[in-house]
């Protein structure tokens, strides 16, 4: 049976508006209570997002699909819906929910910069693991360091994603990600509490990072950091993504348009390049010794 912790984990953090500090910058943020936070999930036994919108705006970012659910007239990147009573709608939900593991976060990135503020990740993650839960975390934000205090001794997964090893191309196309050498250092950090590590390699842009100097390079990055276990993603033509991937190439990689094209949108051509990158992916695993640390 779940027993809600000692400490109160539902007070408002701090008595300022961050709202009123990110609408200069033209980001939109609302306050917004949530019915349920922990949703059954393919890719764990559950998932949960404290966040609709993640302010740190990948050009190839999958979960655009939330704004068919949460209208937003602002581009993804700049609006984000908190869920402010997500801690008290999650204890409840445990109250009934066997245990199992559970993915932060499917559909945001749960340590993007307002989290600073909010702590709703932070405190969410405490009541699952005191129920019970075990956690599989996947950040691009470095401020998930702050929570190694909760995650060590229990059974939690620190992950980081890179899609490109390259810091200037990183920032064109993963505008408020931390750096990717920050997001290594989570990796080492995680390393030394003791926790299990992955490497996730998504998506692999063509011509950009998933040649085979790029993949030798993201593979001995892996090998640096001696993660446990490296997971590798190509690009997918998930709804709401080629228009801004598209808009993105225009500006800088005009002569990659008809590339990408083909590869999300001709069935036989992608077929041959997912089969060709699976070959490169398994060719730079073999030469950095990491072939046994691909899921
Ligand atoms: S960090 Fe993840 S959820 Fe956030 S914009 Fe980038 S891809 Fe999307």
Redesign the pocket.
């Known amino acids: 049976m779940f027993e809600e912790p000692q400490m109160n984990l539902f007070e408002p953090v701090a008595a300022c508006s961050p709202a009123a500090r990110l609408a200069p910058c033209g980001i939109t943020l609302r306050e917004t209570p949530c019915r349920s936070l922990l949703n059954r999930a393919d890719i764990s036994d559950y998932s949960f997002n404290c966040y609709t919108g ?5 050009a ?4 655009r699909f939330m704004q068919r659910f949460h209208p937003h007239d602002e581009p ?2 700049q609006f984000v819906d908190v869920k402010i009573n997500a801690p008290t709608v999650l204890a409840k939900q445990l109250r009934h929910l066997p245990p199992g593991s559970v993915f932060a976060c499917s ?3 749960g340590w ?1 910069s307002i989290e600073q503020h909010y702590q709703l990740t932070r405190r969410c993650c405490q009541l699952l693991l005191a129920a019970g839960f075990a956690l599989n975390v996947l ?2 934000s470095d401020l998930v360091l702050r929570d190694l205090d909760i995650f060590t001794g229990r059974p939690v997964t620190l992950g980081v ?1 890179i899609a490109i090893p390259d810091e200037n191309l990183a920032s064109l196309w ?1 505008p408020a ?1 931390s750096p990717v050498s920050a997001r290594l250092h989570i990796l080492k950090e995680a390393r030394k509490a003791g926790l299990r590590t992955t490497l996730m390699f998504a998506p692999l842009l063509p011509h950009i990072s998933d040649t085979p100097d790029s993949l030798l390079r993201l593979f001995q990055l892996a090998k640096d950091a001696h993660v446990d276990c490296i997971i590798t993603d190509a690009l997918n033509p998930r709804p709401r993504v080629w228009p801004s991937v598209q808009h993105l190439l225009q500006t800088h990689r005009p002569d990659l348009l008809p590339l990408y094209s083909d590869m999300l949108f001709h069935p036989a051509r992608r077929k041959q390049y997912l089969a060709d990158l699976d070959r490169r992916i398994a060719h730079a695993a073999a030469q950095t010794h990491l072939t046994d640390r691909l899921a």
């Not at 993640?54 to 990948?58: F, M, Q």
């Not at 190839?60 to 979960?63: P, T």
Request: aromatic content about 16%; overall charge negative; proline content about 0%.
């Open positions: 993640c302010l740190h705006g990948c190839y970012c999958y979960a993804w990147g559909a945001c990135d993007q950040t691009k994603t993963e990600a």
